[in-house]
Nanobody
Framework: QVQLVESGGGLVQPGGSLRLSCAASGSILSINAMGWYRQAPGKERELVAVIISGGKTNYADSVKGRFTISGVNAKNTVYLQMNSLKPEDTAVYYC?????????????WGQGTQVTVSS
């Protein structure tokens, strides 16, 4: 069993910053990738940023230059630093991890954390 626990969401004004954290715990043999997705009301879930084992990162075009993903170290934690936030960044942000355990290798999801950008 693997659990992903997210923290750091909230309400922020346009132009502000937030930092999301996601900690993975459980019977983890290895983590191949961790990332963040988001889903706004009425829209499909979309990739925001991902970091792959070894450190390679990938970002959605809409957040390049504003968001930074880091982590996936011995603490099995990934961070998303979000700067210059815009109202269109408002969404529920979900942590995702591609994890190998003794019984299963695949995707795990966090419960989601709300990010609201509004004045």
């Amino acid at each position: 069993q693997v659990q992903l626990v997210e923290s750091g969401g909230g309400l922020v004004q346009p132009g502000g910053s937030l930092r999301l954290s996601c900690a993975a715990s459980g019977s983890i043999l290895s983590i191949n990738a961790m990332g963040w997705y988001r889903q706004a009301p009425g829209k499909e879930r979309e990739l925001v940023a991902v970091i792959i084992s070894g450190g390679k990162t990938n970002y959605a075009d809409s957040v390049k230059g504003r968001f930074t993903i880091s982590g996936v170290n011995a603490k099995n934690t990934v961070y998303l630093q979000m700067n210059s936030l815009k109202p269109e960044d408002t969404a529920v942000y979900y942590c995702n991890a591609v994890v190998a355990t003794a019984q299963y290798s695949g995707d795990y999801w966090g419960q989601g954390t709300q990010v609201t950008v509004s004045s």
